[in-house]
């Protein structure tokens, strides 16, 4: 994105929703902030970056872009999963896709818990996507300051740094110090639901987003590719709670991160099983486990009319 002057400002403003974090911030401050609360500001030159308003009122505008866009996402997106496979059921087996039933009040418990945290982890988060709004990161606008091949490879690289580092921190979240005061309130339910996703002591729940923004003060990304990538960690995480697991390879799916939280002690990452396989601490949820809620592989295969061996 390039500040060319008043007229492509105007433009930005209109289709700041699509410009990434940092142009829906433009959008929403001018044609909600100005429009509705400090209507004085659109008398005021527009500045890159939004240098013409305060770093304050940047920060509780991010804030509450944060927290609102996250219980949009999350109350639908969890919302819509958890009708698809808890409540829509097996016309002949009256069973659901997720081959459980949430416990009384979990629900309720879940959302109300993921509700209260948000306001904290949101809060924590802003600064963050503030420094990125200030053209304080590597976050770029043009795509021609790093070319397109960059542009394509740089998800991955966001996802291999993300989960080497997840996975160490959601370890040490795993230690006697500190699962008691902070972890433990995530795993209160070893069956989770798609609302399991955000219920998280607040600290442990920003200590596990840090990784995303350390990513953009080391390596360059484009700022809509950001704006997505942290939409679909999103996504993600509520994913991997909803129990349907798809089992691709080298991928830590829902019935990976399912035995995490029944068996505890394995599958700490959050996308791939490679820094689980490399520590030992991977545990393939079709590996046949008597006591696993997923058939054997070959079971599986059997099921799906593929030979034992394929």
């Known amino acids: 994105m390039e500040w060319k002057g008043e007229g492509t400002e105007a433009m930005e403003y209109v289709i700041g929703l699509g410009l990434g974090m940092d142009g829906t911030l433009a959008w929403v401050n001018r044609e909600v902030v100005d429009r509705w609360i400090t209507p004085e500001m659109q008398k005021v030159e527009p500045l890159p970056h939004g240098r013409h308003y305060s770093e304050m009122r940047q920060y509780l505008v991010l804030w509450a872009m944060l ?7 999350y109350l639908g997106s969890a919302g819509l999963t958890y009708h698809l ?5 097996d016309s002949k087996t009256g069973q659901n896709l997720a081959k459980w039933e949430p416990e009384a009040g979990q629900l309720r418990n879940e959302i109300s818990t ?7 982890i949101t809060a924590a988060v802003a600064p963050f996507e503030l420094m990125v709004a200030r053209g304080w990161t590597k976050v770029y606008w043009n795509v021609e300051d790093h070319g397109w091949a960059y542009l394509l490879v740089s998800p991955l690289l966001f996802l291999v740094f993300t989960d080497a580092c997840i996975y160490w921190i959601h ?4 230690h006697r110090w500190f699962y008691a005061p902070l972890h433990k309130l995530h795993h209160k339910y070893k069956e989770t639901t798609p609302f399991s996703a955000f219920a998280f002591h607040p600290l442990d729940g920003w200590l596990q987003g840090v990784p995303y923004h350390i990513f953009v003060f080391l390596m360059p990304f484009h700022h809509i590719t950001y704006g997505a990538a942290m939409l679909l960690v999103g996504l993600w995480t509520i994913n991997i709670h909803d129990r349907i697991d798809l089992d691709l390879p080298g991928v830590n799916g829902a019935g990976h991160h399912t035995l995490h939280h029944q068996r505890f002690n394995y599958n700490y990452g959050q996308y791939f099983v490679h820094m689980d396989k490399l520590c030992g601490t991977h545990l393939d949820p079709y590996g046949g486990q008597k006591w696993s809620i997923y058939p054997s592989r070959a079971e599986k295969n059997l099921s799906a009319g593929k030979p034992k061996d394929s």
């Open 85 to 89: 496979f808890y409540r829509t059921r």
């Open 67 to 73: 927290y609102v866009g996250t219980m949009i996402m």
């Open 171 to 174: 370890r040490i979240l795993h």
């Open 114 to 120: 993921s509700a209260t945290s948000l306001i904290f």
